[in-house]
């Protein structure tokens, strides 16, 4: 067992977070529930800010808000500083309801609808991050048509494959994101720009891929992003004002994780931007940063109440919880594993080896084979590591609601996402005349 943020263990033996006690934040609001860590969310905004302006003239650091996005997270980044990254319509929608500045939001997605290129637009978001040639097209016609300038950054894809599961890998040439430099799809790109009159090119952006620990791969697309931009200049003359590394950082998700410090990532790619761009003789582009997991996925715990437990002789022991695939899908689609305590006998230790599993109509595996006390239905487990793609990825998949969300900190619980109800979930459901 390991413990995150504010997490510790109080008095009654319970688990705590933000100096509220688990098991009764499962009792008023219910479970499963995500909790949700503002002094560690916070942190970690003022660690990437401060880790990264230390090291370099000129940084933006953007929260990719599809790791979570409620109103709530866009108030939180936004008084932290931050800027924001969205991906869709929705996306922007949330962020512009919430107040937060356009001005420090940029728009990515490989298939961008003409309403939320026109969005994006009217609304004045920064960049919009252009993932193929015929959308500089496409941007290029909305743009003339609304008689704006879209200011643009190309993703190029710099032909990495990090460590990391398969499918969120994103920077190697065979990705369905980006222009390949290798591939020599990425120049033709940058030059076409320059007879589009509705655009401006400003800069150049990358994303490797996620869940990286390995911080030589981010030094590796340095140097290949550098050595674009140098070509670039030299075929065209340009020097692009900005590069954009997109996020990918690591978290810890079980005991033997072991991720790099944000201070280590930005030493690492504050030298190795510092260094490749003196070898080629460019001046030190602006700097943008795009974390997401890194900044909300520690912040985040899900609590669940144990329900049936059934033990197959000699196979295993199954625990089932009240949530499932619905509310964390991530076990299934990369097989993720996480780090699981009995929040209301926190203190006990942990004997016994269960494979927790969720209620729906499918093998949910959630957490196999995790350590833990011998368990009793009605204890209350709480997953570590929640807050990034989470919610976010949550389905009603066999009706169920979403549950709510709660913000933690210093002994207060404020609800932030409420949960769902029956009523919410035949809210878009319609019966033609015919069918009555
Ligand atoms: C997903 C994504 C991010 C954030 O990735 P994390 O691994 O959560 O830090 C940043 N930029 C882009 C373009 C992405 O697709």
Redo the contacts with the bound molecule.
């Keep these: 067992m390991f413990l995150l943020g504010t997490q510790r263990v109080n008095e009654e033996a319970h688990l705590e977070i933000g100096g509220c006690d688990c098991v009764e934040l499962a009792q008023t609001h219910g479970t499963p529930l995500y909790v949700v860590d503002e002094a560690e969310l916070r942190k970690r905004c003022r660690e990437y800010r401060s880790s990264f302006e230390q090291r370099y003239p000129d940084v933006h650091v953007a929260f990719?808000g599809?790791?979570l996005l409620t109103m709530a997270l866009c108030r939180l980044v936004e008084q932290e500083g931050l800027g924001l990254?969205v991906?869709s319509g929705g996306e922007l929608h949330t962020a512009l309801q919430a107040g937060f500045p356009p001005a420090r939001t940029h728009l990515?997605g490989n298939y961008k609808a003409d309403d939320e290129i026109r969005l994006a637009l009217t609304s004045g978001v920064s960049r919009i991050?252009v993932d193929s040639d015929p959308e500089l097209d496409q941007i290029n016609r909305l743009a003339a048509e609304m008689g704006k300038v879209a200011d643009i950054a190309i993703?190029v894809s710099p032909g990495i494959k990090p460590k990391t599961h398969t499918n969120?890998q994103?920077g190697q040439v065979d990705s369905k994101f980006g222009l390949g430099i290798e591939t020599g799809q990425a120049m033709p790109a940058i030059k076409r720009t320059s007879t589009l009159a509705s655009l401006n090119l400003v800069g150049v952006?990358c994303?490797i891929g996620?869940?990286l620990f390995g911080l030589d791969s981010y030094a590796r697309a340095i140097e290949m992003m550098v050595s674009f931009l140098k070509a670039v200049r030299d075929e065209t003359g340009l020097e692009l004002a900005e590069l954009n590394l997109?996020?990918?950082?690591g978290i810890k998700y079980v005991e033997a994780d072991e991720p790099p410090l944000v201070a280590e990532f930005a030493q690492v790619v504050t030298d190795a931007l510092k260094e490749e761009c003196a070898k080629v003789g460019l001046g030190l582009p602006r700097l943008v940063l795009?974390?997401?997991?890194?900044i909300v996925g520690e912040a985040g715990t899900t609590l669940y109440t144990a329900g049936v437990i059934k033990e197959v002789p000699q196979v295993r022991t199954y625990v089932s919880v009240d949530g499932g695939l619905s509310d964390n899908p991530r076990p299934a689609l990369y097989e993720a594993e996480y780090g699981v305590i009995c929040a209301n006998r926190a203190g006990e230790p942990a004997t016994e080896v269960v494979t927790v599993v969720g209620k729906h109509c499918e093998t949910d595996t959630l957490f196999r084979n995790v350590l833990l006390p011998p368990l009793q239905p009605g204890d209350i487990l709480a997953v570590q590591s929640t807050g990034?793609?989470n919610y976010a990825m949550a389905s009603n998949y066999n009706r169920f609601p979403r549950p709510a969300m709660v913000l933690v900190n210093e002994g207060c619980a404020e609800v932030i996402v409420r949960r769902e109800t029956y009523e919410d979930l035949l809210r878009c459901d319609l019966i033609p005349a015919r069918l009555r």
């Design positions: 990719a599809k790791a990254d991906a990515h991050i993703r969120i994103t952006h994303h996620s869940q997109g996020g990918g950082l795009e974390p997401g997991r890194s990034a793609y």
